[in-house]
């Protein structure tokens, strides 16, 4: 069973800074991309930024500058350093990989998703 787990949100005053850490755990054989997105309640999904295995980085337009994505793979982490947040930065963030693991004895590659972390910036 496959499982990645969020920390690091929080509360943060505008123009400060959090990172947000993403473990990966389980039968894994290996994790090819890696993402990190956000979602504001009543609003859709939006994808904030994408690591690949190789290391490219590719960020959203209202990040890019001031976010940036990394990802330790002896960890099977990835993280999310966010800097210059903004009041609209305000999110439940969510960590999402393409990993190739043992499901019932079989491997397969399958999109899983974190629970999901807070960030909360005041004005």
């Known amino acids: 069973q496959v499982q990645l787990v969020e920390s690091g949100g929080g509360l943060v005053e505008a123009g400060g800074s959090l990172r947000l850490s993403c473990a990966a755990s389980?039968?894994?054989?290996?994790?090819?991309?890696m993402y990190w997105h956000r979602q504001i309640p009543g609003n859709q999904r939006e994808l904030v930024a994408t690591?690949?295995?190789?290391?490219?980085?590719k960020y959203a337009g209202s990040v890019q500058g001031r976010f940036a994505i990394s990802r330790d793979d002896r960890k099977n982490t990835v993280y999310l350093q966010m800097n210059g947040l903004k009041p609209e930065d305000t999110a439940v963030y969510y960590c999402?990989?393409?990993?190739?693991?043992?499901?019932?004895?079989?491997?397969?590659?399958?999109?899983?998703w974190g629970q999901g972390t807070q960030v909360t910036v005041s004005s």
């Open positions: 999402a990989a393409d990993i190739r693991a043992f499901r019932g004895g079989t491997l397969s590659t399958n999109d899983y």
């Open positions: 389980g039968s894994i054989f290996s994790i090819n991309d």
């Open positions: 690591i690949t295995r190789g290391g490219s980085t």
